[in-house]
T-cell receptor, first 115, second 115 residues
Framework: NAGVTQTPKFQVLKTGQSMTLQCAQD?????MSWYRQDPGMGLRLIHYSVGAGITDQGEVPNGYNVSRSTTEDFPLRLLSAAPSQTSVYFC??????????????FGPGTRLTVL | AQSVTQLGSHVSVSEGALVLLRCNYS??????LFWYVQYPNQGLQLLLK??????LVKGINGFEAEFKKSETSFHLTKPSAHMSDAAEYFCAVSEGGGSNYKLTFGKGTLLTVNP
């Protein structure tokens, strides 16, 4: 049971490049989400999903796209990277039923730098 | 809308001293409250949570927190700090359980433990 995994751990992009941050979980959790963490800002919700085929925007969705084709995977796409997207990105998941439904489990993070 | 305020972005204590990290929240419905810890270059790990029932909750590593509805607070304490407690701590709120899955985080408090 690997929990929540994220790849890559580190990434450097040039302005205007695109990339996809990968997130996968093996806990059969319906709910998955993406946060960005910036110094002094805490974690801010980018997008979330309550199940395959269902996604919605969080607090800071601009510049990011998501899709959810399977329960396990929830990739985050940057279509045209900007320096303002330099951040640490965390993926999280939680179940919607059962005794652990209140707790979100976090991946180890992806540190992204946009030059 | 829900929000979280963590008083003090940086708290410094001596080893063996009391740790007190403050968290106040606003929520239009009974909240679910969480404390997460983040060690350097790692993801977030759940310390403890309050959902319903007993207002004093105990977590891992000797931490505990008390939900005080009248003060809209959920302060985190530990009687005796250890060097290994040095980390960043985040308070988070969700507006109840059920279909509300979104977590709102405070900006974090960096705890330094001096020998």
């Amino acid at each position: 049971n690997a929990g929540v995994t994220q790849t890559p751990k580190f990434q450097v992009l040039k302005t205007g490049q695109s990339m996809t941050l990968q997130c996968a979980q093996d806990m059969n959790h319906e709910y998955m989400s993406w946060y960005r963490q910036d110094p002094g800002m805490g974690l801010r919700l980018i997008h979330y999903s309550v199940g395959a085929g269902i996604t919605d925007q969080g607090e800071v969705p601009n510049g990011y796209n998501v899709s959810r084709s399977t329960t396990e995977d929830f990739p985050l796409r940057l279509l045209s990277a900007a320096p303002s997207q330099t951040s640490v990105y965390f993926c999280a998941s939680r179940g919607l039923a059962g005794i652990t439904t209140d707790t979100q489990y976090f991946g180890p993070g992806t540190r992204l730098t946009v030059l | 809308a829900q929000s979280v305020t963590q008083l003090g972005s940086h708290v410094s204590v001596s080893e063996g001293a009391l740790v007190l990290l403050r968290c106040n929240y606003s929520s239009s419905v009974p909240p679910y409250l969480f404390w997460y810890v983040q060690y350097p270059n790692q993801g977030l790990q759940l310390l403890l949570k309050y959902t319903t029932g007993a207002t004093l909750v105990k977590g891992i590593n000797g931490f505990e927190a008390e939900f005080k509805k009248s003060e809209t607070s959920f302060h985190l304490t530990k009687p005796s700090a250890h060097m290994s407690d040095a980390a960043e701590y985040f308070c988070a709120v969700s507006e109840g359980g059920g279909s509300n899955y979104k977590l709102t985080f405070g900006k974090g408090t960096l705890l330094t433990v001096n020998p």
